[in-house]
Every structure is written in structure tokens, then in C-alpha cells.
């Protein structure tokens, strides 16, 4: 059971183009999400994260929105960079829980073409 | 500042022996986590463990297990190996007190790359 979903594996954008990757999720408990950059070779970086009682998060060119009553999530990259080329993950929590666990999505391959 | 360390970061095994995979956490960090990462698939959650103590398993069998030593450092090992277990192994450590309430984000190490023959 696919609790955190990313329905699209991949997804390409043009240098200095807005990149909107997205996010479901079907738990209602969770309640702190995070966005997650992978580059191969290497491991996930972390990027940004948002708590429920927000509905918008910024930092930088990151912003990340979320809608609890649609149990939906996405990341916007403005401008796109092909640096930013990765696969990003969509990660949740659920802070109630007895432990620190992310559930992860199966990510989206994100190519950023000069 | 040093991140999160693995090592090693490759080893081939073959089916039926057993591996030990190691982590150091950020310093500072008293949370490790491993996740396990199939071709494809997102990191899957293996074990948490705070302050020496397992606090979270995930739903992987009694070949794995871990630990966690005064120095925050942690260890993995799978017994048996199966060809299945081939993956990259994600420690991750977090600036995090007793209370999971505590948003804090986790931060990875670069993995170790497991190939099971």
C-alpha cells in the first residue's frame, strides 16, 4: 500500500521555466512532510519541508504547497536551473507516531534542459 | 562539517553470508535511521534507533538488525543474505530530542551500495 505517491516518474523543463513537481498522500495522520534531491552516486539531500498547520513554505527558489483536504503536496522550482536536474522525493511523517519513520514516494526524475 | 559518513560505500556479497554496514551521524546527532533503496522505489524504513535504544523497526524480517554505540554511531546487519537484499542502504541521522513530535528534518549519508551474488 503505497501510502505517499509521486504519479509521475519524470519530468522535463526548460531552463529558467517554473518545474511543479507533485504529491499524494493517503494517511490522514501524517502531519510533516519533506522534499527530498538525489543526485546518482549519492544520497538524498534535503531540501524543505512543511508542517500541516501551514499551507506554503519558501526558501529561495523552493516553495512548497500543501492542501490537506486534497492530501496533495507540491514542490515549485522557479527559475529552474539544469544544476536542479535530480530525482526528487516527497517524504512524510506522521509526528504522532513513536517514532522519527519517513514513508517515502517513488520519486520523479526532474531534467532541466539549457 | 562533516556529514553523515557510510562505509563502505560498495561490497558484494554472495547469498547466505552476512553483512555489517556502518554509519556516523552528524555531530550532534543523537538519531540514526536506516533505509533500504530498491532500484526504482523510494528508501524504505528499516530501523530508528535514539539514545542506544531501537525506538522504530519497519516491516523487514529478524535477519536484520542494529545498534547503536555511546558515541551515536550505529551499525546494520543482514543475515542470510538473499538475492533480494541487494539495495543502497541509507543511514540517516537527525538533531532530534526524546519527543518524535519534534519536526526536525533527517539528514542521509551517501549510502552503501550492496550486490548479493
Given at each position: 500500500?503505497?501510502?505517499?505517491?509521486?504519479?509521475?516518474?519524470?519530468?522535463?523543463?526548460?531552463?529558467?521555466?517554473?518545474?511543479i513537481l507533485n504529491c499524494d498522500y493517503t494517511n490522514s495522520m501524517f502531519d510533516y512532510f519533506l522534499w527530498y534531491k538525489k543526485y546518482p552516486a549519492e544520497g538524498p539531500t534535503f531540501l524543505i519541508s512543511i508542517s500541516s498547520i501551514k499551507d506554503k513554505n519558501e526558501d529561495?527558489?523552493?516553495?512548497?504547497?500543501?492542501?490537506?483536504?486534497?492530501?496533495?503536496?507540491?514542490?515549485?522550482?522557479?527559475?529552474?536551473?539544469?544544476?536542479?536536474?535530480?530525482?526528487?522525493?516527497?517524504?512524510?511523517?506522521?509526528?504522532?507516531?513513536?517514532?522519527?519513520?519517513?514513508?517515502?514516494?517513488?520519486?520523479?526524475?526532474?531534467?532541466?534542459?539549457? | 562539517?562533516?556529514?553523515?559518513?557510510?562505509?563502505?560505500?560498495?561490497?558484494?556479497?554472495?547469498?547466505?553470508?552476512?553483512?555489517?554496514?556502518?554509519?556516523?551521524?552528524?555531530?550532534?546527532?543523537?538519531?540514526?535511521?536506516?533505509?533500504?533503496?530498491?532500484?526504482?522505489?523510494?528508501?524504505?524504513?528499516?530501523?530508528?534507533?535514539?539514545?542506544?535504544?531501537?525506538?522504530?523497526?519497519?516491516?523487514?524480517?529478524?535477519?536484520?538488525?542494529?545498534?547503536?554505540?555511546?558515541?551515536?554511531?550505529?551499525?546494520?546487519?543482514?543475515?542470510?543474505?538473499?538475492?533480494?537484499?541487494?539495495?543502497?542502504?541509507?543511514?540517516?541521522?537527525?538533531?532530534?530530542?526524546?519527543?518524535?513530535?519534534?519536526?526536525?528534518?533527517?539528514?542521509?549519508?551517501?549510502?552503501?551500495?550492496?550486490?548479493?551474488?
Amino acid at each position: 500500500d503505497q501510502q505517499v505517491k509521486q504519479n509521475s516518474p519524470s519530468l522535463s523543463v526548460q531552463e529558467g521555466r517554473i518545474s511543479i513537481l507533485n504529491c499524494d498522500y493517503t494517511n490522514s495522520m501524517f502531519d510533516y512532510f519533506l522534499w527530498y534531491k538525489k543526485y546518482p552516486a549519492e544520497g538524498p539531500t534535503f531540501l524543505i519541508s512543511i508542517s500541516s498547520i501551514k499551507d506554503k513554505n519558501e526558501d529561495g527558489r523552493f516553495t512548497v504547497f500543501l492542501n490537506k483536504s486534497a492530501k496533495h503536496l507540491s514542490l515549485h522550482i522557479v527559475p529552474s536551473q539544469p544544476g536542479d536536474s535530480a530525482v526528487y522525493f516527497c517524504a512524510a511523517k506522521n509526528s504522532g507516531g513513536s517514532n522519527y519513520k519517513l514513508t517515502f514516494g517513488k520519486g520523479t526524475l526532474l531534467t532541466v534542459n539549457p | 562539517d562533516a556529514g553523515v559518513t557510510q562505509s563502505p560505500t560498495h561490497l558484494i556479497k554472495t547469498r547466505g553470508q552476512q553483512v555489517t554496514l556502518r554509519c556516523s551521524p552528524i555531530s550532534g546527532h543523537k538519531s540514526v535511521s536506516w533505509y533500504q533503496q530498491v532500484l526504482g522505489q523510494g528508501p524504505q524504513f528499516i530501523f530508528q534507533y535514539y539514545e542506544k535504544e531501537e525506538r522504530g523497526r519497519g516491516n523487514f524480517p529478524d535477519r536484520f538488525s542494529a545498534r547503536q554505540f555511546p558515541n551515536y554511531s550505529s551499525e546494520l546487519n543482514v543475515n542470510a543474505l538473499l538475492l533480494g537484499d541487494s539495495a543502497l542502504y541509507l543511514c540517516a541521522s537527525s538533531l532530534l530530542g526524546v519527543n518524535p513530535t519534534s519536526n526536525q528534518p533527517q539528514h542521509f549519508g551517501d549510502g552503501t551500495r550492496l550486490s548479493i551474488l
